[in-house]
């Protein structure tokens, strides 16, 4: 599906469906009363019979109404004027789109961009349309053998912007809008992906497919072999059980004009399935333990957003491929690990695996003398009972780091909760035997994860992103959200703007 801006007025549009707000009780948005002049009164007698009371999502698809040029009006309820949020704009963008295309108007000029949220200006409003539109649209049937599809889709939307001067920034939203949701689709296909079809070696065939159209990304993979060699007997550990080779990808991407300038590394945790290993998980909902590759996949998914928008930044990306399977050769509780760290951890469940993975690959990372470090995982239940679906979780060694986290999250809308890190918390992990042991406990379960991290993490700049709660949904719809690639990408972004800055 294609994107535009153009700047002008509705009745001149010539284009299968024009689409304007109304709002609640029965107002016309400022667009709907220039169609309702030309069209002398048509718009405002049908709202005066009843036919739309402006409700959020309210639908009502006119044709020919006279003096316009376009086929057909769609109106769109647009609820109250003053209660129009972030959360009611989306999704009345995604109800327009799906009408869109049940209607049949294969193309569209869309006026809900000139609509006033409250915070927020053009640019914003134009890239969450593009990317609201994309993920509306999005459905995982590649193994299906019957796919349902639209007899004639939208196949281009044209958002309108009030004056000509904003085109540029329109066009500029466009082009990240098509950017992020591209990297949200591919992290959404790989998440989804079942584990028989995505496993470690999946996971680096995907990235090596990405360096094949941008010469500026580079993949290298670092197999068990090489685990072995660098001592890397935590992550090494974890895959034992599986018949599935270990095998981390390296993902580098070299924009920055000083090729020398050092790296953002990205890490993402890639457990392309999580059984639980020997301390097994229950039965019920194993199958979602496909998405515990969750984090790589929304690094995959950055990747490709930043490879996209071609930002003058050296970026590392990590995918920590990896399956936990109980077997006669699978690591147990009470084993203990030598890390890459030289640290000894005492395995005291083998469902909290993810921290063992990632720690080795914190690690490794030091040789890239890395500015700074962002890891996301989903990493613990815990997560998901403090903050559900809506945030991730965000803990980090570095306050402004951490802030500038939390404001790409507001930005993108994909949004991140800080939980603290203190020192208290590290003697949850005191071991009898070893430097620490591999739980801590039933309290502070996410705080305890960032905290084993942490001690992996002391020589840069280091933020743990818990995405346990928000890479995906369960129930009827389950299936990856995209996320934490809108958070991941605009932190780059920003990166960006605040370098040509100084
Ligand atoms: N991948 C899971 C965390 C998880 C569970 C994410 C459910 C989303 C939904 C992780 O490897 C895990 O099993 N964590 C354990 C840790 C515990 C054993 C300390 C957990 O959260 O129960
Ligand atoms: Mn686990
Ligand atoms: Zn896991």
Redesign the pocket.
């Known amino acids: 599906m294609e994107f535009h801006v153009k700047s002008g007025s509705p009745e001149k549009q010539r284009s299968a469906c024009i689409v304007v707000g109304v709002y609640e009780p029965r107002r016309l948005s400022g667009i709907a009363e220039q169609l309702d002049q030309i069209s002398e009164g048509y718009i405002s007698n049908l709202l005066r019979r009843g036919d739309l009371e402006g409700k959020p999502g309210q639908m009502l698809l006119l044709h020919h109404v006279p003096n316009v040029l376009s086929e057909r009006v769609l109106l769109v309820g647009c609820g109250k004027e003053r209660e129009l949020d972030e959360r009611q704009y989306k999704q009345i963008i995604t109800k327009t789109i799906n009408t869109l295309n049940e209607t049949g108007s294969m193309e569209a000029v869309c006026f809900l961009t000139e609509l006033h949220v409250k915070g927020r200006d053009t640019y914003w409003k134009v890239r969450q349309a593009v990317e609201t539109s994309h993920a509306s649209l999005y459905n995982f049937d590649v193994l299906k053998s019957k796919k349902d599809e639209y007899r004639r889709p939208l196949r281009k939307l044209i958002f309108n912007v009030p004056t000509r001067r904003e085109l540029t920034l329109g066009e500029q939203a466009v082009n990240h809008g098509n950017a992020v949701a591209a990297g949200m689709k591919l992290c959404r296909d790989v998440a989804n992906m079942p584990p028989n079809i995505c496993n470690p070696a999946y996971l680096a065939s995907q990235a090596r497919q990405m360096a094949e159209n941008f010469d500026k990304l580079t993949v290298t993979t670092v197999g068990e072999e090489q685990m072995e060699q660098l001592g890397m007997n935590s992550y090494l550990a974890v895959g034992r059980g599986s018949d599935n080779e270990s095998i981390m990808t390296v993902m580098n991407y070299q924009g920055n004009p000083d090729s020398s300038a050092r790296p953002i590394v990205l890490i993402g ?1 890639g ?1 392309t399935f ?1 059984s ?1 290993g020997i ?1 097994l ?1 229950p039965g019920a909902g194993m199958d ?2 496909k ?2 590759m969750g984090g790589a996949a929304g690094v995959l998914g950055a990747m490709q957003t930043l490879v996209e928008m071609d930002l003058p930044l050296n970026v590392i990306g990590i995918l920590a491929g990896c399956e ?1 399977m109980p077997s006669g050769r699978a690591y147990r509780p009470g084993d203990i690990l030598t890390t890459m760290s030289g640290q000894t951890v005492e395995v005291l ?1 083998t ?4 921290r063992l993975v990632l720690c080795d690959a914190l690690t490794y990372v030091e040789r890239f003398d890395p500015e700074l470090v962002i890891d996301t995982a ?7 009972v403090a903050l559900g679906g809506q945030a991730s979780g965000l803990l980090a060694n570095h306050n402004p780091l951490a802030h500038e986290i939390l404001n790409a999250g507001e930005q993108s809308g994909d949004r991140a909760w800080r939980l603290p890190l203190w020192d208290e918390y590290q003697s949850q992990l005191d071991s009898p035997f070893a430097d620490m042991a ?3 406990g039933k309290e502070a ?1 996410t705080i ?2 960032a905290c084993f991290l942490s001690r992996f993490a002391k020589k840069y700049h280091w933020a743990h992103i818990d995405c ?2 928000t890479a995906w949904q369960s129930g009827k719809n389950k299936g990856s959200t995209g996320r934490p690639v809108p958070i991941l990408a605009q932190f780059l972004l920003n990166r960006v703007d605040a370098s040509s800055q100084e």
Do not use: F, P, R
């Open positions: 945790k457990l999580d639980g301390s998980k979602e333990m998405y515990d936990n469940n469902d909290a695996e993810g989903t990493l613990t239940g815990a997560c998901v591999n739980i801590g379960g305890t994860a346990a709660g």
